[in-house]
């Protein structure tokens, strides 16, 4: 077996202000080595190569490892992870956010039950993906139900650009207020922030052109929120990241929210 499992205790604080311990259970792939940030622009593309290629190494490994996972496992973890944040005072204090549509196939967190809630009358305001070509160009748009979405090509659900009254819908970059928070999904994390995708590029580049709009209107900069199985948060340093990747700022595991960057720590007082 590719994984070595290692428990690990943390101690950190939640919102109601009581002090827990929690063991997470941590998963290391053999043969993985520690990589550092390699910049994209580097004069040496086999510093470059050489981390996509970790990376897709890496990529193979925790999927193999997301698809083993018991059902009834994933099931238990997809509800405690949603629970955790529909209650969290930094999520319920929350106005505007952008939220992935998890996709089965693809072994991601579902959101399925935290979008219903809160796209309840006088809930939220929300935005979702909708992929627009294949050159990582993805558009966040707003709905307002579940059913306002419809399957793509690849059977994945994402809004079509307008309304059922033939209005385009509202494109989170064009918004005038700011979102507070982003749900990401992901293939695999760490507790220093890192993120592995699936190597589209996709959410990277919203991210970074989010965050320099977020800075142009000298508006807060939203806090980026993964949302991962217990299985899929990594040792530190395992996975290989460039300059182009943006860390998230915390996780929810189903053992519960762990703050990586100060803005965690401040945001979601914990």
């Not at 309840?120 to 992929?131: E, S």
């Not at 800075?215 to 217990?230: F, G, H, I, T």
Request: proline residues 6%.
């Amino acid at each position: 077996m590719f994984w070595q499992s290692v428990m690990m205790t943390q101690k950190y604080t939640i919102a109601a202000a009581k002090s827990v311990v929690v063991s997470a259970q941590l998963w290391r792939p053999y043969g993985l080595l520690r990589m550092t940030t390699i910049n994209c622009n580097s004069n040496n593309r086999d510093d470059v190569d050489a981390v996509f290629k970790q990376k897709k190494t890496l990529r193979t490994q925790v999927k193999k490892c997301l698809k083993a996972m018991d059902p009834s496992l994933r099931s238990q973890q997809d509800n405690a992870i949603q629970d955790i944040i529909l209650g969290a005072p930094w999520f319920k204090s929350s106005l505007r956010l952008c939220a992935y549509i998890s996709c089965s196939a693809l072994r991601e967190v579902d959101t399925f039950k935290l979008l219903s809630q809160i796209l309840q009358p006088g809930g939220k305001k929300v935005y979702v993906p909708r992929v627009e070509d294949k050159n990582s160009h993805m558009r966040m748009l707003n709905i307002s139900r579940i059913d306002d979405l419809i399957a793509n090509s690849m059977d994945i659900l994402e809004p079509p650009p307008v309304d059922a009254d033939g209005n385009a819908r509202e494109d989170v970059m064009q918004a005038n207020d700011p979102i507070d928070i982003l749900l990401l999904p992901g293939l695999a994390f760490d507790r220093s922030g890192r993120r592995l995708g699936r190597g589209g590029g996709y959410y990277d580049t919203f991210l970074k052109n989010y965050q320099d709009l977020a800075a142009s209107r000298n508006w807060k900069q939203p806090l980026l929120v993964a949302l991962s199985y217990s299985q899929q948060i990594l040792d530190e340093g395992v996975i290989p990241i460039t300059s182009t990747d943006v860390p998230v700022d915390a996780l929810v595991s189903p053992e519960g929210v762990v703050p990586i960057s100060s803005a965690a720590f401040n945001r979601m007082d914990l």
